[in-house]
Antibody
């Protein structure tokens, strides 16, 4: 069974940093591209970042480019999102999602990030 | 970037009815491989976001046959036949043809 479990969220002050993790199980992690997608409270979904299976290709939404870094450790079956210079508008539930056959097929439950002073 | 528009923010249905959710793209989602890079997702409280349909019309594993994806080019529809109480949820379309990926605004299915 494919499982994606996010962690590392919490309350952080504007301008500070936070690192999210997503532990994958139930599939060969190193064979799949992975993504971060977020959802602000009461709002719709927003794609944040993507990384290919070998980390060769990385893409970011303009709203986070230069502040967020997506990475992965295939030996640890873990996806990361390093977030710096956090803003109030980054407050959201952050999901990791596996990418297969042209779409994100499995999603985690999400981890909440709240940026507030 | 490609804009996806889901016209209806909310739709009210009774169990057993058929409902259709539309998603309009600002440009064609057809790639040179002949596939449309449009997928549909269901969000229910307390549950993980579930992929229902990919490539516009292919159901993912385990999705009931009452969920039907259709459309081409820029116009897509998710139809739910014989709506069940467990289908009451939020539904989103997503394009993965071009970065940045973009989602529709979502349609909330509610019981009459």
């Amino acid at each position: 069974e494919v499982q994606l479990v996010e962690s590392g969220g919490g309350l952080v002050q504007p301008g500070r940093s936070l690192k999210l993790s997503c532990l994958a199980s139930g599939f060969t992690f190193s064979n799949y591209g992975m993504n971060w997608i977020r959802q602000a409270p009461g709002k719709g979904l927003e794609w944040v970042a993507s990384i290919s299976s070998s980390s060769s290709y990385i893409y970011y939404a303009d709203t986070v480019k230069g502040r967020f870094t997506i990475s992965r450790d295939n030996a640890k079956n873990t996806l990361y999102l390093q977030m710096t210079s956090l803003r109030s508008e980054d407050t959201a539930l952050y999901y990791c999602a596996r990418f297969d056959d042209g779409y994100p097929d499995y999603w985690g439950q999400g981890v909440m990030v709240t940026v507030s002073s | 970037q490609i804009t996806l528009t889901q016209q209806a923010e909310s739709l009210w249905v009774s169990p057993g009815e058929k409902v259709s959710i539309t998603c309009r793209a600002s440009q064609s989602l057809l790639y040179t491989d002949g596939k449309h890079y449009l997928s549909w997702y269901q969000q229910r409280p307390g549950q993980t976001t579930k992929a229902l349909i990919y490539h516009a019309s292919i159901r993912t594993d385990g999705v009931p046959t009452r969920f039907i994806g259709s459309g081409s080019g820029t116009e897509f529809t998710l139809s739910i036949e014989d709506v069940q109480p467990e289908d009451i949820a939020l539904y989103y379309c997503l394009q993965t043809l071009k970065k940045p990926w973009t989602f529709g605004g979502g349609t909330k299915l509610e019981l009459k």
